[in-house]
């Protein structure tokens, strides 16, 4: 028996070798036999797990955990003049972090151009689903801003599915404290009761599903942070709570038929399900 186990420990110390001088040869291995190397097939998502109100000093807050992917997502409320072009709208900023601590193929110093492309589309995608006008506390006069800040704990690939899921879930945990305005002195007035606050409307809930082409010739969903590293092209499907299309984002080079998209498309529908009951728990 010891024996055994003593061969069984070779073994295993020979695959972490070979992985680490040979990363793209071990994932081909996996891929030409049909599987990966989690051991998930092609079309696998991880399972999502989400908590709500995970930060006690933000208005709202969630944990999102994707394998080994770990985001967080932290939303302050503060109080502002409107655009003057817009003077009964509020305004909703996002900000994703992707450091060093996270993962070493981040370095330290301006933030990575993932980290800003990701900000970037992900508060085009908040944005549409968020109804501005529900932050207005005084036509005019004050506004609700928040500042969703989304950071990743720890990185094992799909920062961008993560992310729409943690936003998401902090924007339904946020509650905005009672105000009222003095009307001689301008001086805004707020109940730091939590439980007294208002609850943000959202038109509706992001679903996000990335899938990815691997060594430009298998297409797997939910790809780790090794089988990014071979990824020539992506897909970002995202839903909303109909099962309608919100947003489809291609990025890469490798080329994706229609036929592959609108399985993507199928499949993103499909995984809405498990994000739901995630989201509910």
Same mark, same amino acid.
């Given at each position: 028996?010891?024996d055994?186990?003593?061969k069984?420990?070779?073994?295993?110390?020979?695959?972490q070798t &070979?992985e680490?001088?040979?990363?793209?040869?071990?994932?081909?291995?996996?891929?030409t036999?049909g599987?990966?190397h989690?051991?998930r097939g092609?079309a !696998? &998502?991880?399972?999502?797990?989400i908590?709500?109100? #995970?930060?006690?000093?933000?208005?709202?807050?969630?944990?999102?955990?994707?394998?080994?992917?770990i985001?967080?997502?932290g939303?302050?409320?503060e109080?502002c003049?409107?655009d003057?072009?817009?003077p009964?709208h509020?305004?909703?900023?996002?900000n994703?972090?992707?450091? +060093?601590?996270?993962?070493a193929r981040?370095r330290?110093?301006a933030?990575?151009?993932? *980290?800003?492309v990701?900000s970037?589309?992900?508060?085009?995608?908040?944005?549409?689903s968020?109804d501005?006008?529900?932050?207005?506390? !005084?036509e005019?006069?004050?506004?609700w801003s928040l /500042? =969703?800040?989304?950071?990743c704990?720890?990185?094992?690939?799909?920062?961008?599915?993560a *992310?729409v899921?943690?936003?998401?879930? *902090? $924007? !339904?945990?946020l509650?905005?404290?009672?105000?009222a305005?003095? +009307? /001689?002195?301008?001086?805004?007035?707020a109940?730091a009761?939590?439980?007294?606050?208002?609850? $943000?409307?959202? /038109?509706?809930?992001?679903? +996000?599903a990335? &899938? #990815?082409?691997?060594?430009?010739?298998?297409?797997?969903a939910?790809?780790?942070d *090794? !089988?990014?590293?071979?990824?020539t092209?992506?897909?970002?499907?995202?839903?909303d709570?109909?099962?309608r299309?919100v947003n489809?984002?291609?990025?890469?080079?490798?080329?994706?038929?229609?036929?592959t998209i =609108?399985?993507?498309?199928e499949?993103?529908?499909a995984r809405?399900?498990?994000i739901e009951?995630?989201?509910?728990?």
């Amino acid at each position: 028996m010891a024996d055994d186990n003593g061969k069984g420990g070779q073994v295993t110390f020979a695959m972490q070798t &070979f992985e680490r001088i040979h990363p793209v040869e071990f994932q081909r291995r996996f891929l030409t036999q049909g599987t990966r190397h989690s051991g998930r097939g092609f079309a !696998e &998502f991880r399972t999502p797990h989400i908590v709500k109100g #995970s930060i006690g000093t933000a208005q709202g807050s969630a944990t999102v955990r994707l394998g080994n992917t770990i985001m967080v997502c932290g939303i302050k409320a503060e109080v502002c003049e409107p655009d003057v072009k817009q003077p009964t709208h509020g305004y909703l900023t996002t900000n994703v972090e992707l450091s +060093p601590m996270c993962s070493a193929r981040f370095r330290p110093g301006a933030p990575s151009e993932e *980290a800003q492309v990701a900000s970037e589309h992900i508060h085009r995608l908040v944005s549409s689903s968020v109804d501005l006008s529900s932050l207005c506390i !005084e036509e005019d006069k004050v506004v609700w801003s928040l /500042a =969703a800040d989304i950071v990743c704990l720890k990185y094992d690939g799909n920062a961008i599915d993560a *992310a729409v899921m943690a936003v998401v879930a *902090a $924007l !339904e945990d946020l509650r905005l404290p009672s105000v009222a305005v003095d +009307p /001689a002195t301008g001086i805004v007035n707020a109940d730091a009761a939590v439980a007294s606050g208002t609850q $943000l409307r959202i /038109a509706n809930r992001l679903f +996000p599903a990335t &899938f #990815s082409l691997v060594d430009d010739n298998y297409l797997v969903a939910d790809a780790d942070d *090794a !089988e990014e590293q071979m990824t020539t092209a992506s897909l970002l499907v995202v839903l909303d709570g109909h099962a309608r299309i919100v947003n489809v984002w291609k990025r890469g080079a490798g080329v994706l038929s229609r036929e592959t998209i =609108a399985g993507c498309i199928e499949a993103a529908a499909a995984r809405k399900a498990a994000i739901e009951a995630a989201l509910d728990a």
